[in-house]
């Protein structure tokens, strides 16, 4: 539907990590939540988090009533002779009426497809595809309707594949930004023995440890890795190894190795990918308070409404719920950024 400034009205999808996660979210203003089971079939799998069916049944119900949709997160990679438990979640999905499952493991995509051909399919950013031949794959063998993208590509890079594609185009506007290969990582595995693609578990809390000096200087560890040291009055985001400082090769000091603690926020780019033809906003956050989660959903809802309706959007300041409290556009607006 287009809007009084010519932008095509696009969908504000926004995390769902409990039941009470996904009521917030949808009174905040958000058009649609994503959400997963309270097993490895989704990739934020941590103790207290996620769904069980009864409770996902009711929050469609919840949903439905006020208007929003719920996808369904199935997008982790089954191991050899454990698919049954994906097949599983696809079915619970498709018979409670979700609106969409969010697949990222061809497998996964090809049952869900032959099995219930007019469930609405969501390429999930843990497949990794960045190309327009990539994500046509998709659509032409299982009938994808919409991608979402990984956090490496400009937006005049979003504007040309959606061009060259026949589905919908997710992109993320707020949150954790990890590793820039979307679905290809191995350091929490490598750490902890279990993965973030296949176990949904990147470093887990079990593993994760805080020991505080007299000075109150924090050190940080994941298992038996030290992660991070950090000074009195520092920021610290959380222990995930790939954000960690370490002393390695000619640096004299710790640095940050593979990425930053900091957080994805591209409010002032919302025109530019409104114009480039992305169809819904993603904000990231499952493992986030129901504080975050109505902060962040009210703020947006607002400045995309502002859009809109062709005012200055009036964007809320949101420092103090990213990571560290740094905040970048990432490669969204330039790839220079590191």
Known sequence: MNDDAGYIRPELVCPAGTPAGLRAAIDAGADAVYCGFQNATNARNFPGLNFTPAELEQAIGYAHARGAKVLLAVNTFPSAGKFDLWREAVDYGARMGVDAVIVADIGVADYAARAYPNLRLHLSVQAGASSPEGIRFYCQEFGVKRVVLPRILTVSEIADIHRQIPCEIEAFIFGNIGMMAEGRC??????????????????????????????????????????????????????????????????????????????????ALLPDLMRAGVTALKIEGRQRSRAYVKSVVSAFRTAVDGVLAGRDPGLADLLALTEGHRQTEGAFRSKAWR
């Open 186 to 267: 191995s350091l929490t595995n490598y750490v902890t023995g279990v993965s973030t693609n296949m176990d949904g578990v990147c470093s887990p809390a079990a593993d994760v440890h805080y020991v505080e000096d007299a000075d109150r200087n924090l050190t940080t560890r994941l298992g038996a890795v030290v992660i991070d040291r950090v000074a009195c009055g520092e920021f610290a985001g959380y222990p995930t190894i790939c954000k960690g400082r370490y002393v390695c090769g000619v640096k004299s000091g710790g640095y940050y190795a593979f990425e930053e603690p900091v957080s994805l926020n591209l409010s």
